[in-house]
């Protein structure tokens, strides 16, 4: 399993924005990808957006697609989710996972057991 790293979640307004971060230990970076995931209490969790380090392909799930943007700085070994115009519905916890890069693709990228690592979770909180 990969040590991932979140940051960043808090409490912001409606309309503001967030910038999640993940890090990965240096010597696992670029054979995995990466992926976003939320849990609202009472909800599964939800795949968000997935990032390919070598190419930088990237997919996205249509909720989130337009406001939510995943990226990197392959230099800190660090996978991003830009959260722009929050809305209350976005309140959740803010997972980072990881899996090799062979395991993932389109029909799969967005399922939680795709994924071997996770991060402790970041909570937002959006008020209205």
């Known amino acids: 399993q990969v040590h991932l790293v979140e940051t960043g979640g808090e409490a912001v307004e409606a309309g503001g924005s967030l910038r999640l971060s993940c890090r990965a230990p240096?010597?696992?970076?670029?054979?995995?990808?990466y992926a976003w995931f939320r849990q609202a209490p009472g909800k599964e969790r939800e795949g968000l957006a997935a990032l390919y380090p070598g190419s930088g392909a990237t997919y996205y799930a249509d909720d989130v697609k337009g406001r939510f943007t995943i990226s990197q700085d392959m230099g800190q070994y660090t996978v991003y989710l830009q959260m722009n115009d929050l809305k209350p519905e976005d309140t959740a916890m803010y997972y980072c996972?990881?899996?090799?890069?062979?395991?993932?693709?389109?029909?799969?990228?967005?399922?939680?057991?795709?994924?071997?690592?996770w991060g402790q979770g970041t909570q937002v909180t959006v008020s209205s």
């Open positions: 240096r010597s696992y970076y670029n054979s995995n990808v």
């Open positions: 996972a990881a899996t090799f890069w062979t395991r993932v693709g389109g029909a799969n990228w967005f399922l939680p057991a795709t994924y071997a690592s």
